[in-house]
């Protein structure tokens, strides 16, 4: 007979999975914090925790969950009776939802935390997974990303892991049961349910860890990656439009006056906000020797990134890499110029709300005068709230592909009614 489905999640903790939020990132109404494949991952722990090794599994430290978005596997979780979980989040923005989701549900403080490891290490820990019996993890789309998360557990976590890795069916593909095939001698999937399903691996192979890679995608330009990063070590197309309208390509004649001076004053201060792999900002720091250039990422991977791109150019005394939830740490007009690459969705959904954020925090950072150089996806049409929110935009380049923008910051901006306040007053 096929294995029969686990029973339903009890009501309370479907109650709980009900109330939570995804603040502080983009919220919507078809923007879940909760879904299928976090209830279909917790049906399967309910069973684990039900059956005769059950009562180690919930020790504390026995379960690591990783990636958790927004706090839907952990705080499940702890409401089925796992007791001190250890938890690695890439994203500040989990960390900032999953600690708000908490304290909402009256459980703050009832998980282990592990910041990211440094650059060039893995990003997740030793300290996270040693000895873990059971690893929970929200499938990410990238395979490079899988794949520094499944060799971080085959290297560290207990002999007889482990791993369930919930995503929903839409988003998976074959070549995920590849990846943990590689780290893991037993892979199989879960029936499918709540349009979801799991891939649950076991028996960690001995293998080397694969993390970072580089390439050079442009002379003079060595690019180190992390899975998690965008783009990887290669190029995008839209930061080589932004690049070109720069003047930081290589084989143009360099950087030079935009609109009657330099693009970056004499000792003046950039930030790449969004850095991922740092590409914007080295390039910066490379063609303004007296530039002081800030770069800031929601994802620890990027910032890793940036930190080791940065140090092969020879400018990582120049370039500052931090994590960030979209400039909140960053002062009030603090930069003279701004330059980013935004992303044009949310997860895995299309959506500007994150880029909406970011106009708003360059209005914010910029100095009166300052300039954001953006480039996105010219079938956005982003010109018009640029002005609204920045200040006077006009447009540099545009393609069937990529346009890019140079917005000038109002003397008001960082007060204006588009500009943007501390996330943490959003919160209600």
């Given at each position: ?30 923007l ?8 279909l991952?917790?049906?399967?722990l ?31 979780a ?7 979980p ?11 939802a ?21 650059p ?21 789309r ?52 709540h349009?979801a ?10 293998i ?12 003079g ?17 839209g ?11 290589p ?51 990027a ?23 979209t ?17 044009f ?22 100095r ?9 996806n ?8 640029l ?25 008001d ?16």
């Amino acid at each position: 007979m096929p294995p029969s489905d686990p029973p339903p999640l009890p009501d309370t903790l479907t109650d709980a999975l009900a109330r939570l939020r995804r603040w502080p990132d983009v919220e919507g109404p078809d923007l879940l914090a909760a879904d299928g494949a976090d209830r279909l991952v917790l049906e399967e722990l309910a069973a684990l925790l039900s059956g005769p090794d059950g009562a180690a599994l919930a020790a504390p430290g026995a379960v690591t969950v990783l990636d958790d978005p927004y706090g839907a596997l952990t705080l499940g979780a702890l409401s089925l009776g796992v007791r001190a979980p250890r938890v690695w989040q890439d994203s500040v923005v989990a960390e900032r939802a999953l600690d708000a989701n908490a304290e909402r549900l009256g459980v703050a403080g009832a998980y282990d935390r592990h910041a990211a490891g440094p650059p060039g290490e893995s990003l997740v820990p030793g300290t996270a997974l040693d000895g873990a019996r059971l690893v929970l993890v929200r499938l990410p789309r990238s395979l490079a990303a899988l794949t520094d998360l499944a060799e971080a557990v085959a290297r560290h976590a207990a002999r007889d892991v482990v791993v369930l890795a919930g995503g929903m069916v839409k988003h998976m593909t074959p070549t995920m049961n590849e990846v943990l095939g590689r780290c893991f001698t037993d892979v199989r999937a879960t029936r499918g349910r709540h349009k979801a399903r799991a891939l649950v691996a076991s028996g960690p192979r001995d293998i080397e860890r694969t993390s970072p890679v580089s390439e050079q995608p442009l002379d003079g330009l060595v690019v180190w990656a992390y899975g998690a990063a965008f783009a990887g070590p290669r190029l995008d197309r839209g930061t080589r439009a932004l690049l070109e309208a720069l003047g930081l390509l290589p084989g143009l004649p360099g950087p030079g006056p935009a609109h009657g001076s330099p693009v970056v004053p004499e000792g003046g201060s950039v930030l790449d906000l969004g850095c991922g792999t740092g590409v914007l900002a080295v390039r910066v720091a490379q063609a303004y020797p007296t530039a002081r250039v800030v770069a800031t990422d929601v994802s620890a991977a990027a910032v890793a990134s940036t930190t080791l791109t940065a140090a092969a150019a020879g400018v990582g005394d120049r370039v500052e890499a931090l994590r960030d939830d979209t400039g909140r740490a960053l002062p009030d007009a603090a930069f003279d110029v701004v330059v980013c690459n935004p992303p044009f969705h949310v997860g895995a959904a299309l959506h500007t709300g994150t880029a909406s954020r970011m106009f708003r925090t360059a209005a914010r950072v910029l100095r009166p005068g300052g300039a954001l150089w953006t480039v996105y996806n010219s079938h956005l049409q982003h010109r018009a709230e640029l002005a609204r929110v920045v200040g006077a935009t006009t447009q540099v380049t545009r393609d069937r592909t990529f346009t890019v923008t140079r917005s000038v910051a109002r003397p008001d901006a960082t007060h204006g009614p588009g500009a943007a306040r501390p996330r943490d007053e959003e919160q209600s």
